[in-house]
Every structure is written in C-alpha cells, then in structure tokens.
C-alpha cells in the first residue's frame, strides 16, 4: 500500500524524533557518568546556547535547547552542531558521528571494536524505535477512534471502561513499552532478533505470542515454591484450568504419567533459535517434550513476562528468551529461579506484620520457580535457557475499582494529544502538579524506604517494575512491586526483626544477599527508586509544566525526611544517622550503563555517584 503525502510526513518525523531520542540519551549518560569534562561545558550568549569545548582539538559542539536538572542530568531536546576552526557549523545528526567527534575526549579506555558494537546496539535501537513509533500511528488512530465513539476523553476511563482491571493494567503495560529504560543508550537494542520478529513479539507492537507448554521430566528440574504450592499439578490446574488440562491429556495420549513431569513454557522464538539446537540432546534422550499444547499470551513491557489472553489461565509466565536486550542475554538464571519465591514469600510476611504498610503496598509475588538441572550433574548453571517462573496475579482481582498503571506509562504520550499519561491524571485529580507529585511520592517512599530502614530489604522500584494503582480521579494510592528475582537484602537487619532468608550462591553468579556491607543494597534501592523513577518523576513534570527553583526535589526531600523521622524509633540510632546522612548528602550511587556497555559488560556493577539534589535546599 502506498503512504500518502501526510503518512510519509509522519514517518519522516519518528525517524527523526527516534535519532534525536539516541542522541538525547547518549549526551545524558556521557554527563552524568563523566565520560566528558563537564568543566567544558557552558552557556554561550553569542550561540544563544550551550557549548562543549573539546580538550584535545580546536572544534566545539553547539546544543541549541538544553535543559539542566538536579542530580547531573542534561537534556538535548534541539539541534546539536559541530562548530569547526574557521568557525563553521554542520549539523550532528546521528549517533555514528557525535561518537567518531568525541572519540578522542572519552574519559574511557575503549578500543574500535568496543566503539563500533555500541554504535551498531544504538542503530538497531533506532531502527526499532522507528518501527515502533509508526506502528503507532495506527494503533493511536484505532484507540482515539474507539474513544470517541463512546464519548471519553481521558485515556483511563476508556480502558476501565473497556477492559477487566487485569487486562486494563495488561493494554497500559503494553502502552507504556514504548520509551525503555530511560538511560539505556541501547534502549530498544535486540541485535540478533530480525525486525519482523521485534515486530511480532514486543509489546509495544501490541503482539500475541503463543507459547508451547513444554514437558520437563521431574528427576530433571529443581524446583523453588510457595508453602501454599504444596501440588505442583493442583496448582498449575488452578492457575491454568484449561492448559493445565490439555497439558495432562498430552502427556496421557503418550502414556506418560503427568506427576512425573513439569510444566515448562517456552517461547516461540526461543524454541526455535535456541532450544532445538542447544537443548537437542534433552530433546532425543526425552528428558524435554516440546511438542506441548499452546498457550496464547501477550508480552508485558520486560518482553519475556507473558500474561494469558483469557483470564481463566491467571498467572505470569515469565521465560528466557536467548535474545541480547538492552543490556545483557535475557537468561532465566537459577538465582532468580531460587530467591523469587523465597523474597516474595518474606514479603508477604512483612506485609501482613506492617499491614501493608498502612495500606500503601501490595506485591505480585512470584509462586513457583523450576529450571532445568541434571540428576547426576547437578550444575545449575545449564538451566538458564530452561527455567520458567509463575507470577500470581492476585492484586488485579480487585473491587476497589484502583486502576494499576506502569510507572513507565506515566511517561508514555496518549494516544489521542501529544501529552504524557501523567497530564491526564494530574488534571483529572484537581490538584497542582506540584500537590499531586507530593501525593504520589509518598505513596512510593514510605513502603520503599520502611521496608529498607527496618528490614534491609531494597525493593527494585523503578519504572518497569513498579505499578500504582490510581483512583478514578487520578490520586495515587498504592503501590504494586513486581518482579523479586534479583532483589537485595541485608541479612543483619532481617535477623534483628527475626527473620531468615537463604540466599543462593553460585560460581560466577552475582549475590543479592549480603552481610558485611549494606551498601549493595542501598545504592540498588536508590538507583532503581531515586534516580530511575522519582528524579525521572520530576524532570517530567517539571519540563512540561515549566516549574521553576526545582521545587519538585523539595517535595521529595521533605518526604524522604519525614519517612525517615517517622520509622526513628524502630532502628539502632546509628545505622539511622549513617543512612540519614548518605540518604541526604551522598552522591545518588547510579548504574554506569554506557561504561558497561563500552567495556562490553565485563563488569555489571560499575557505579557512578551523581550531585545529591538534596544539597540545593541547606
């Protein structure tokens, strides 16, 4: 089909938006990480704009509309020019060449091929940026349609009007998939997938993905449950009825006994790039089925978090998928497999003890884990490409009419206005963006913060991983946290409040559980929390409304001083002045993603400490 005049305009702009989104990102991770001298960096009145001055040649780089917030965040949103000797502008345009022009001044050891790999990642993530935002063209005109037709005007009215809460929080998940991880330069970055397949497994295509219900044999797998999964098979026929029941008739028209074997969910690309291949010999010595019945599912915003279409198959399924995304291959590790459950069964406990914390957090705990580990070998390891956790979704199943968004959503325009969710619900609610961030900081902060003060447990509270459940009028009222596989916790404060958890050590494996030292988990919880969702909160807010003196950090200073003022009295005195003081002076410790990537990921905890925003109000 031919695109008209006005279509093609449409498509030429997202590729250029999507150009000018890499560069965005990439001159952000190079500030805040201090891959170039920020010393070199200033306002220019005859440019009318900001200018990098090199420090190892005579050019300069003009940026046109910058935005500079706390916490060392620098935002290009113009035109950024290379300015030469003679004093001649050309305009920088995509990422291969702001990184050929700053080569030389990277704070960064590097070498060619590391520089060429991450400009191939960003190409990719541009080109299924591109296909993305075109997709959404039609998706947004088909939504803004059905709006119409039965008179609303706010996004959220439409989907609870239209949807279950469970699958209303399904569609914003898949909404909110557009925009990745706001600091990942390599965003949307699937290398090894063909764009037909990003296309027809991604959710910010809106796809459905039916997955094979493999067979694992039992004396092949480990299993990580729940007290209440006491029956493997009882529960997957509770949570899946009718898979669960085409699962047992497969395996008995073969003359196989279902008790002895597993459920194990495999997703379509994965069965056949990976699987078939690397898992062949599982596969002939019959230790794996793969000829299971099919599970229609729709992938979440993490792409390999798959929910059921109908709702009478309830639970999560997440699976991996051995595809490079954004940052790493998307293996289902045993330690996930392991300290899933066993976290989110800590936290039930503590919620219960906290009442929720007064009300402000529910969890969607993760019930059951199994991975592949051989009887006689015993090498956990092997399992990660053959592992499957089942999410509950208990927290959807809900009467209180709460709608759950994604934080991500949030940030996500709507389809019907170029304005971000967040507008929509700030308007509904009545109140000024400023009163309405306060409400909603609160919200996150005082489970998130209580949890870590009292418990040493670090919820991973980012934007992908957190939902809040909003009123009708778009107050924020609680918080939902998904996802326990890599959370962290220190186990002296657990045991002080007389609790254990086992945690799962593995050669080569990464811990989440620590004793001597609580700063993995602190610069987890501030990172993932802080820097990731709440800073990102109100860089948001503050450009689209033009808030000025950052009164929006104000707010979340007072309120982290008042949560930790409020659980005071519960805690050693000075473990609270040592968190208090880091909490409210510290650099924010923050993950270095474009250090990693660079260095090709040859260590996952490189940190870099940005500018306490908390130090503007003394």
């Known amino acids: 089909m031919t695109n008209t005049p006005k279509q093609t305009n449409v498509l030429n702009i997202n590729a250029e938006f999507s150009h000018h989104n890499s560069l965005r990102r990439l001159i952000h991770c190079l500030f805040a990480e201090k891959l170039i001298d920020k010393k070199q960096f200033y306002w220019d009145f005859d440019y009318c704009g900001y200018i990098y001055q090199s420090i190892t040649s005579s050019f300069k780089i003009l940026f046109t509309d910058v935005d500079i917030y706390p ?19 050309e305009i920088i345009q995509t990422i291969d060449d702001m990184l050929d022009i700053l080569k030389e001044d990277l704070n960064i050891a590097f070498t060619p091929n590391n520089l060429n790999k991450l400009k191939n990642d960003i190409k990719n993530s541009v080109d299924n940026d591109i296909n993305a935002r075109n997709f959404r063209i039609n998706w947004s005109h088909d939504i803004s349609q059905q709006m119409s037709k039965y008179g609303f005007n706010d996004l959220t009215d439409w989907v609870v009007h239209k949807y279950s809460i ?22 949307k970055s699937r290398p090894n997938m063909k764009a037909k397949d990003v296309m027809a497994y991604s959710p910010e ?16 797998a480990y299993i990580e449950a729940l007290p209440h999964v006491a029956n493997i098979h009882l529960w997957f026929l509770q949570q899946f009825p009718l898979i669960g029941q085409q699962w047992c008739d497969w395996l008995g028209q073969q003359g196989r006994d279902p008790q002895q074997w597993l459920p194990l969910p495999i997703h379509p690309w994965h069965l056949n790039h990976w699987v078939k291949e690397q898992a062949a010999e599982l596969i002939q010595d019959e230790i794996l089925l793969i000829d299971g019945p099919q599970l229609e599912t729709k ?23 051995a595809v490079w995304m954004t940052s790493e291959m998307r293996s289902l590790q045993a330690k996930s497999i392991h300290m899933g459950p066993r976290i989110s069964q800590l936290i039930d406990t503590i919620l219960k003890q906290e009442k929720n914390f007064h009300g402000k957090l529910e969890s969607l705990r993760e019930d059951l884990g199994i991975h592949y580990r051989h009887a006689i070998e015993q090498d956990d390891s092997a399992g990660r490409f053959l592992s499957v956790v089942f999410r509950c979704t208990n927290s959807y199943e809900r009467s209180d009419n709460l709608l759950p968004i994604t934080v991500a959503t949030l940030f996500t325009a ?22 309405w961030f306060r409400s909603y ?11 870590y003060l009292i418990y040493g447990i670090a919820l991973e509270a980012h934007q992908q991983n957190t939902q809040v459940l909003f009123t009708s009028e778009g107050i924020p009222e609680k918080c939902l946290i998904r996802d326990y596989g890599d959370g962290r916790a220190f186990l002296p404060l657990l045991h002080q409040q007389g609790y254990q958890l086992q945690a799962y050590s593995w050669p080569g494996i990464l811990p989440t559980v620590f004793e001597e030292d609580i700063e993995p988990v602190r610069s987890f919880l501030i990172d993932a929390c802080f820097v990731s969702h709440l800073h990102e909160l109100a860089v948001h807010i503050t450009r689209f409304y033009r808030l000025t003196n950052h009164q929006l950090w104000r707010e ?12 005071k009295p519960r805690i050693d005195e000075g473990f609270w002045r040592q968190e208090y003081e880091i909490f409210m002076n510290s650099p924010w410790q923050t993950r270095s993603l474009l250090t990693m990537h660079i260095q090709r ?6 940190q870099h400490g940005l500018t306490n925003p908390f130090l503007l109000f003394q």
């Not at 979340?556 to 409020?566: A, R």
């Not at 990921?601 to 490189?606: M, S």
Request: aromatic share 12%.
């Open 71 to 89: 916490a060392n965040t620098v935002l290009s949103y113009g035109n950024i020019y290379i300015i030469d000797k003679n004093n001649q502008k």
């Open 166 to 187: 469970r699958d209303a929080a399904l569609f914003l998940d898949q909404w909110g998939s557009l925009e990745g991880h706001p600091y990942y330069p390599t965003w």
């Open 205 to 220: 295509f809106n796809a459905t993905v039916n997955l094979t219900v493999a067979a694992l044999r039992r004396d092949m």
């Open 299 to 321: 992938p979440t915003m993490s792409f390999r978090t798959m929910l059921p279409t109908d709702a009478t198959n309830k639970a999560f399924v997440k699976l991996p998928i």
């Open 414 to 435: 709507l389809p019907n206005q170029q304005k971000p969710i967040f507008t929509e619900l700030i308007e509904k609610s009545g109140l000024t963006p400023r009163e």
């Open 441 to 451: 900081t609160k919200v996150i902060l005082e489970p998130v913060i209580s949890m």
């Open 556 to 567: 979340l200073k007072n309120i982290t001083q008042y949560i930790f003022e409020s659980v």
């Open 601 to 606: 990921y040859i260590n996952y905890r490189i």
